[in-house]
């Protein structure tokens, strides 16, 4: 279970005012399994209700009444005593949204009793305006797929992810070390971040059993379409899934998806998955301060998928072909490294009230500039390119530092880390301007500990890198 995660969840059952907590994630990214765990490591008995199978419950969550729906709920099989030592939880409550309602209730008339819910597809409930929503009176815990040194952890055991929880800049990383990283980076990769699918890996180290884990999870997913969608719209609905892995990283033009169907039709699809959280937006943000959000044009926007390694097995992506990618290709082809930095700045601000990813676009004829994200860490704009090379080719990156005056970036790639003083000129306004920024560059497996090097990085008279100059 991640640390983090573990965390959150002490914390919320230490509070005073504690609320009913909802976990919201796409389906199989281990939701269940982690109040499980909780529970066995915190020593509580655990009274889990499945409503998908008990979506006759319904009346009894309409009534509002903690105490009637306890007795109702301890009269089922195992369920057992539902008291303020153990931990409620109801698992799978789209299926029942009077639970949703009813969780205000939990909060006003029975405080002490610790109560979680999870479900799939809970955003199509939540999104019911049928429904009394407990605004307020809930509180939320996103979760994603498992992050690159949570995979560490359940495959290797905890050492390489230790490394990465305590590394410093002006430690360095040593050249076994980082190969090795490297190397259990391109697994990942392929792995991806599904409980199920590392857990296979973790047990086997056979890729083929990943890649039937791989096959299991895309199944599940499209039979989940019809749940959430008509009969007519289930192809549509399909095909954006299908061809959203292939377009990750990219502006999208809804032709790219169908050249048949109106963009209006493409678009819901979209809408669709993203309630479904199978995908998610990075949306352009003009960048002149924060949020980052306020300044977001919901026109203009890319895509994430859920998961790097069911990204790759929806593009019918193998192992032999990852592992036969040098670094270079690895960072600047196809949209590998950019969904894996993506979707771990993803989990790093799952907590913010701000967590939406966002990047920086300028379109024009001779002008075109795109940086690959843009976030914000301890109030400070940083913008984060995923590209291999030397700084000369942080072009779009200049440009962004002479236009919003920020005065650090970030680039991942699979390099060893540095800090250096980047000083070049730009075209702005028809004359050429001066530029000078510090760039921390990263490799990629480094990539949640940015908040922690970006808040320790040296004053810029202590670089220990020489100053570059870029074209």
Known sequence: MDRKQFELLENWLARANRKPLILRGARQVGKSTLIRLFAERTGRPLAEVDLERHSDLAPAFARNDPVYLLNVLEALPGIGTVGSDGLLFLDEIQSVPEA??????????????????????????LSNHRISMPVGRVSYLHMGPMTFTEFLRAV????????????????????????????????????????????????????????????????TYREDFPK????????????????????????????????????????????????????SKVVHSHC?????????????????????????????????????????????????????VGQHLQD???????????????EGRATNAEVDYIAAFDGRIVPIEVKAGASGGLKSVHQFVAEKGVSVAVRF??????????????????????????????????????????ASMPPEEDDRTAAATGG
């Open 413 to 454: 790639d699979a390099g060893q880390p540095s800090v250096q003083t980047v000083r070049t000129r730009v075209q702005r306004a028809g004359a050429q301007t001066e530029v000078s920024y510090r760039l921390l560059s990263l490799p990629l497996y480094l990539v949640e500990r940015l908040p922690h090097l970006l």
């Open 156 to 219: 290797d055991g905890p050492a390489l992810a230790s490394f990465i929880d305590s590394f410093e800049l002006e430690r360095g990383v040593d050249p076994a070390i980082h190969n090795r990283l490297l190397d259990r980076l391109r697994t990942y990769l392929f792995t991806g971040g599904m409980p199920e699918a590392v857990d296979a890996y973790a047990r086997s180290r056979r890729f083929r059993e990943v890649s039937a884990v791989h096959n299991s999870i895309v199944e």
């Open 100 to 125: 949703i309602a009813a969780l205000r209730y939990f909060r006003e008339d029975m405080s002490d009793l610790p109560v979680l819910a999870a479900g799939s597809l809970l955003d199509f409930a």
């Open 228 to 279: 959430y969608v008509g009969s007519r719209s289930l192809p549509r609905v399909v095909n954006v899934f299908n061809l959203a892995a292939r377009n990750v990283g990219r502006k999208v033009k809804y032709i790219h998806f169908s050249r048949e169907d109106p963009a209006a039709a493409t678009r819901d699809g979209i809408e669709l998955l993203v309630m479904a959280r199978v995908l």
């Open 288 to 340: 002149n301060g924060l949020p980052l959000q306020a300044e977001g044009d919901l026109r203009v926007y890319k895509l994430l998928f859920m998961d790097i390694g069911l990204m790759n097995a929806v593009c019918g992506l193998g192992w032999s072909a990852i592992e036969g990618m040098n670094e270079a290709r690895l960072v600047n082809e196809g949209a590998m490294a950019e969904q894996f």
């Open 348 to 362: 790093l601000l799952s907590d913010s009230p701000n967590r939406e990813l966002t990047y920086w676009l300028r």
